[in-house]
């Protein structure tokens, strides 16, 4: 495996192999195992797997934790060679944004629900960040998680309206035992939070093995057990159409997704099921 | 020449030649010899050279002249056969925008001055379908005319904060032999109009001749002899840095650009000089 932290030399390496498949998986690093499903999946399905690292400032909000989001370089590199990846790519702020960049990219309507109306600007710095990273690596695919399900559909709205040359694959979502969908985030939590945060799958299960047909009911049976939990705040629960977005009057003959972002002490955690 | 009017054709036409330099001219066609001096210039510079035409509904403000921009897909077929062109794709806007798009990109400062200023969402428009456009075909080398200087410096812009693997060419302005820049909307002129439109150049090249230092003087000096002539009516004139298009004190020590867009009748003309 190469690391390589330049644009410009990752540009040279992948050169060669412009004639091969090249599977990409983007990430803000501190690996986990929903990470390395991910790089799994594109070392089947590929010649070439490139890595990138970069948690890219422009997706967090001015309150949020973008100087404290987790970082071990020397742990992910590790993990990232014993996947298989080719090329792990990660390069600084500074090498990125060398200066204020003035293009962004905005994606309408489906950004305006779920995290996008609790994170503004968010996807707007993902999408910009995604562009710019596809203009880099140039990948056959990419491989997206699905706990980010939202960032999935803003991707997939991306690639389509810009004719990106490039096929996007939704991996589900990868969850500890007791239920909790893996996330970088999840070391923030407390012990206590830590327990109860399998709330938020335990709800999401319930659903998924009865679902009522009508939203309004599926809301407040996630509303009553998430707020029967002591350090849960509750920030959106939602039942809407997926991947568009749109409010649903019922969940029969359309696919739809059940989004919770709950709060546990000062971590955010987020969850979400499809139902098809 | 071959003339592809479908994107995914396009791209499988153009997979053979991946190892080969790709020479790329965006136009919304109805050509004239400043187009042709594109093409020229990829035919030098690139082994394939790949012409696109679209009208981009985008950029196109609800007043302005989309449904009337003027289109000749026959004799634009010839010309480009003629000056060398490898491939001519000229998509429809249900091929380029099969559905709403949502997503749309932005360059901020730059785009609030000039043409941005009178054309609001027009280089939003641009910046988009540029995108797209470099999506499609993959070129190593895109070239544009400088009677656009605001758009190069958008696109350049783009190119830049985006990291896209392309190279901008800028070529240099084409003129009548009385001096009016080539446009496709020269032909809306009346002869009157025709006649009185050289003023723009005679007064530009006045200016590039003795150019005073101040901003202030030039703009003056352009109002007096462009509003003398009676059938103009000026949209701005104006006297910034180049390409960053930032107000300036003085144009010492610096590029700068002294643009103008002016309409004769109903027809807007612009047009430039870069004092360097």
Redesign the interface.
Known sequence: MKHIKQ?NQL?VELKQF??QTIGFVPTMGYLHLGHLELIKRAREECDIVVLSIFVNPLQFGPNEDFSRYPRDIERDEQLAKEAGVDFLFSPSVEEMYPEK??????????TSKLCGSSRPGHFSGV??VV??LF??V?PDRAYFGLKDAQQVAVVE??VK?????VEIVPCDIVREEDGLALSSRNVYLSSDARKQATVLYRALKEIQANPPSDPESIRSILHERISATPLARIDYIDVLSYPGLQAVTTIENQTVIVAVAVYFDQTRLIDNILLR
Chains 1, 2 share one sequence.
């Open positions: 644009i540009r412009a004639s960049p003035l293009t962004h990219i905005e994606v309408d309507e489906i999408a910009t562009t710019k203009h880099i140039s709205q991306l309206d810009l004719s990106f040359p």
